[in-house]
Structures are given as structure tokens and as C-alpha cells.
């Protein structure tokens, strides 16, 4: 059975007014999971997976990827490498193309997809996946702010998987834009790039995936477990 290669230990997370959105937290996540996150609106899903990838503060307890801390990795790579996808991607100045051009230029990042291809030869192209998915390549060159929910959804998920380097995606609601047969074809294309990738045993390339939905009907679909988490009042 995989070993657990990300690890969140006694995680608590408080409010302004003090009171705990999250306390005393514990989970992990081995190879090849889709580990789906369940619970009610307000119960602190999103803002569990914000603090896995480093984007929210919290009060205490201890995150690790591969036995590593994010303040000993380094922030920037910590957050190429457990990544999280925003269920409403932010309102961003130009167009998606622009930011995959801006986004390749980042160290951290280049370094990762440098070391990715040098030892599988895979490359994903993100507007030939988001092509998978409905997507003309035409919409990569409009503004962001003329991209419907579904197609913003579907870009952002596209360039998070296809820029490279993550271990995990930390999918926030990837698909609630979309209907039922697209988010089918956006769900097979993940769980098949996560199997291919994680079945070969190497130190990079996608290796889990944590996944928020309120669907029923999507979590019996995707996920190999499931993590409940209850609304705190």
C-alpha cells in the first residue's frame, strides 16, 4: 500500500474573531488518490485546501510534502508543486495567453518542467488539453473578463495541469460551471493523466489529486476516498 506522501497534522484554523474555522485537523494523502473533500457550505473546505498550498494562514499544526515543510522547501516551490485551482478563477488584466507565456518564465516553474521533461519526455500542452474540453484556442487571446464561468473554469484547470510541476492539484469546485457531459470529459482526462503519471514510480509529475464537490454523483465517480469535514458553529 502507498505511503502517505503528503501529510496535514493538527491543523487549526480561527477566524478574526477567534473562534476555529478548522481545529485540530489531521489527513493525508497517498500516490494515485483522489482523495474527495466533503461538507456542508461554510464547514471550511476551501479554506483547508488554501492553507495546503500555502495561500492562507494558520494557527497552527504542520504540513509536509515528501518529509518537507513548505518553509524548507521555499514558498514558491512549494506552490508550484501542491497547487491550488480556485472554483472562480480571479478577474486577471489580459488574456490567458498572456499569463502562460508569464508563467513559463518563472523560475521555479521552469526548473520543475525542465526536470519533468528531461526525465519522461511528457509535455502537456494546456491549450490542446483545454481543446479536449470544448475550448477554441481562439479564447486563449480574448480578455479574461469576456470568458463565460465554464470557459474560465476550463482554462485555468488547463493551465494548472499543463504548465507543469505540480505534485497535487488542490481542485476547489473544478467543474461546477460545467454540465454533466463536459465535466465527465474534464474528470476522465485528470483521473487518466494522474494515473499514467503516478503509476511510474518517478519523484515528479502529478502524483494526487484533493478534489472539492457537492456533487454526489461526482464524488462516486472520481474519487477513490472520501474526508469529511463537519460545520463548526
Request: net charge neutral; proline share 5%.
Amino acid at each position: 500500500m502507498p505511503q502517505p506522501f503528503l501529510i496535514v497534522k493538527n491543523l487549526t484554523i480561527k477566524r478574526d474573531s477567534g473562534s476555529p474555522v478548522l481545529e485540530n485537523l489531521s489527513l493525508d494523502v497517498s500516490e494515485g488518490e483522489v482523495l474527495v473533500i466533503r461538507g456542508p457550505s461554510g464547514s471550511g473546505k476551501s479554506t483547508l485546501l488554501k492553507c495546503m498550498a500555502e495561500l492562507n494562514l494558520y494557527q497552527s499544526g504542520t504540513i509536509e510534502l515528501n518529509h518537507q515543510s513548505s518553509q524548507a522547501m521555499g514558498i514558491p516551490n512549494w506552490r508550484v508543486k501542491v497547487q491550488y485551482v480556485p472554483q472562480r478563477p480571479s478577474i486577471l488584466p489580459g488574456t490567458p495567453y498572456d499569463l502562460l507565456e508569464t508563467v513559463k518564465k518563472f523560475s521555479a516553474r521552469k526548473v520543475s518542467q525542465e526536470a519533468k521533461e528531461n526525465e519522461t519526455g511528457d509535455k502537456i500542452d494546456p491549450m490542446d488539453l483545454a481543446a479536449d474540453w470544448g475550448i477554441e484556442k481562439t479564447m486563449w487571446r480574448r480578455n479574461w473578463d469576456t470568458l463565460s464561468g465554464g470557459e474560465a473554469q476550463r482554462v485555468a484547470l488547463a493551465l494548472a495541469v499543463g504548465i507543469g510541476g505540480a505534485e497535487v492539484l488542490l481542485l476547489d469546485e473544478p467543474t461546477s460551471a460545467l454540465d454533466e457531459e463536459v465535466s465527465k470529459r474534464v474528470e476522465g482526462s485528470l483521473i487518466k493523466l494522474l494515473n499514467n503519471q503516478s503509476s511510474r514510480g518517478r519523484d515528479t509529475g502529478l502524483k494526487a489529486l484533493v478534489w472539492i464537490t457537492h456533487s454526489a454523483e461526482q464524488a462516486e465517480r472520481v474519487a477513490t476516498r472520501t474526508f469529511d469535514i463537519q460545520l463548526r458553529r
